[in-house]
């Protein structure tokens, strides 16, 4: 079935245009998709689907002296870029799923600005990856052992061979955070927004590929939980903040933040004891690629650097996003102390001006009983004291 034209849309645009693209690109890569399936149902292109659509690089171990059955691992190799990209265009047309049927509809209720509606959408698809992701590879590490065995993450060391989920799971990142880069011209994002994108799309990408080049599988899933956690509770309370609901999204944002330091504190103790304590003592420190070893001083240096150079900038910018936001709320409490001041003296000023023309009227009405005599030395009287008022201001 495909995807909803968008309400507004009348006229046709021509096709192959840029605009008949934008508005048709789910339909575009679905049928794109559609073809590595059909694919599979033929004996002659059978071979060449597969490379696209299953996991590639399997091992098969075989127990014949036992009723245990045969178990089946994968490793990383070449192939996965061919599994990579066909789940690039599932994650495309999952995007643009929950973009026409869930947020679009949100929107139209709420009728945002153009600029809370790109950061509106942007939080809405990570709350859905990050959600799925997170619930995802929390079971794959209880499943593992990996979150009561926590020296399973480094024990065993060059971890090469994959259970078909764990394999499935960093194809379906590196594929997800691949696909931000053309959901850029899908979605006609601003230049002044896409940098940032770029930014945190390009970093995901090279860490989570590193890792799974390297055979650092287990301590990227550990990771990623842990900072999908603090990511799901931001753009949580960042789509309540949109959405006008203060009593809820002022608790998640402080929910966020303090999770936030406990997850660079997490992350980089975990790396610490990776790179500099366990692998560091390991007897095997010669890189050998075909057997999945990296197990190298330059490497895990650079590795532990980048990865502690990450948390400090991601930190950083959490400092400065926190001070930034307290001089806001402080200026917007001296407004507001000091606008009951102002119009205090307003008032004041209001009373003493009236005051004033009420005891000129009273005096001019005064002196209109008097003869002409009185009256002009009341005038005089009445400009001495004037001029000896000016003087003294």
């Keep these: 079935m495909g995807i909803r034209r968008k309400i507004g849309s009348s006229k ?12 048709n690109h789910a339909d575009i890569v679905s049928c794109v998709a559609m073809v590595f399936v059909l694919g599979l149902m033929f004996q002659w292109s059978a071979a060449y689907a597969s490379m696209f659509v299953a996991m590639q690089h399997n091992i098969t171990h075989t127990f014949n002296d036992t009723d245990v059955p045969d178990v089946t691992n994968y490793t990383s190799g070449k192939l996965d870029i061919f ?67 926590p020296s399973s993450l480094w024990d065993g060391y060059p971890h090469t061979e994959l259970t078909f989920s764990l394999k499935f799971y960093f194809v379906i990142q590196i594929a997800y955070w691949l696909h931000i880069y053309p959901e850029l011209y899908f979605q006609k994002i601003k230049k002044e927004e896409m940098m940032p994108r770029i930014r945190y799309a390009t970093l995901y990408f090279v860490f989570i590929t590193g890792a799974f080049a390297m055979s650092l599988t287990r301590l990227a899933l550990f990771c990623l939980i842990i900072h999908y956690l603090v990511e799901a509770l931001f753009h949580f309370a960042r789509l309540m903040y949109f959405s006008d609901k203060n009593d809820v999204a002022k608790p998640g944002f402080v929910a966020w933040a303090s999770v936030f330091v406990i997850a660079r504190f997490t992350t980089v103790t975990a790396a610490v004891l990776m790179f500099w304590f366990r692998l560091g003592k390991a007897e095997n420190q010669t890189l050998d690629i075909s057997t999945g070893n990296f197990n190298t001083p330059l490497i895990r240096f650079n590795a532990l650097a980048a990865v502690c150079f990450v948390q400090a900038w991601m930190m950083w910018n959490f400092i400065t996003f ?67 008022r000016s003087r003294k201001n």
């Design 322 to 388: 926190q001070l930034k936001r307290r001089r806001e709320f402080l200026a917007t409490v001296v407004t507001k102390k000091k606008a009951p001041a102002k119009q205090k003296e307003k008032k004041s000023k209001k009373e003493d001006s009236r005051k004033k023309r009420e005891e000129r009227e009273l005096d001019s009405e005064d002196e209109s009983y008097l003869p002409e005599a009185d009256q002009k030395i009341r005038s005089e009287q009445r400009g001495m004291k004037t001029r000896s």
């Design 12 to 23: 046709n645009p021509p096709i192959f245009s840029h605009e008949f693209i934008i508005q």
């Design 83 to 149: 599994t990579v990209f066909f789940y690039l265009l599932v994650c495309i047309i999952i995007h643009a799923v929950v973009q026409e049927y869930i947020l679009d509809k949100l929107n139209r209720r709420m009728h945002l600005s153009k600029v809370k509606h790109s950061k509106f959408n942007e939080s809405g698809q990570l709350l859905f990856f990050y959600l799925v992701c997170l619930g995802w590879g929390a079971d794959i590490a209880f499943r593992e052992g990996y979150l009561l065995n």
